[in-house]
């Protein structure tokens, strides 16, 4: 991550953000920001992340915040299920390019899954992986 004195500098709050989209970490970034984390943006890391980074979220204690406890809750369980499908029948970069990427841009092209639940978000990017999962005939 960039420095604080970076992040301080015009454009480097907008550069961080960058950086924390593309490498899956973005969510984390605007919990830790006190900032809102909107619903898509529970899937960066499962479309952006490394293996490393995506088997981490499986084990990292609860943070304070009580605000983002169901929904890292509801992304670990993803995060199980993606990678147990990587593992058998494509590759997470497979994955996230043909399912996991355009699904987070489509959650956040539709203002209506602000108000969507953990479980609801869930289902979908379950239903967006099985669908993905069967087209393959796996």
Not at 12 to 17: D, I, T
Not at 58 to 80: D, E, F, M, N, V
Request: glycine letters at 6%; aromatic letters at 8%; one cysteine or more.
């Amino acid at each position: 991550m960039m420095g604080k004195l970076q992040r301080d500098l015009p454009g480097g709050v907008l550069a961080s953000e960058c950086e924390a989209y593309l490498n899956g970490t973005l969510a984390e970034f605007w919990e830790e920001r006190g900032t809102a984390v909107p619903v898509w943006t529970w899937t960066n890391l499962l479309a952006h992340g490394s293996e490393s980074q995506i088997h981490d979220s499986l084990h990292r204690p609860p943070k304070q915040r009580r605000t983002g406890r169901s929904w890292r809750i509801a992304r670990s369980y993803l995060a199980y299920q993606v990678l147990d499908l990587a593992c058998e029948d494509l590759t997470l970069e497979e994955l996230q390019s043909t399912v996991l990427r355009p699904l987070e841009l489509e959650l956040a092209a539709h203002p209506q899954v602000e108000r969507w639940t953990p479980r609801r978000w869930v289902d979908t990017v379950d239903e967006a992986i099985r669908n993905q999962h069967s087209t393959l005939g796996l």
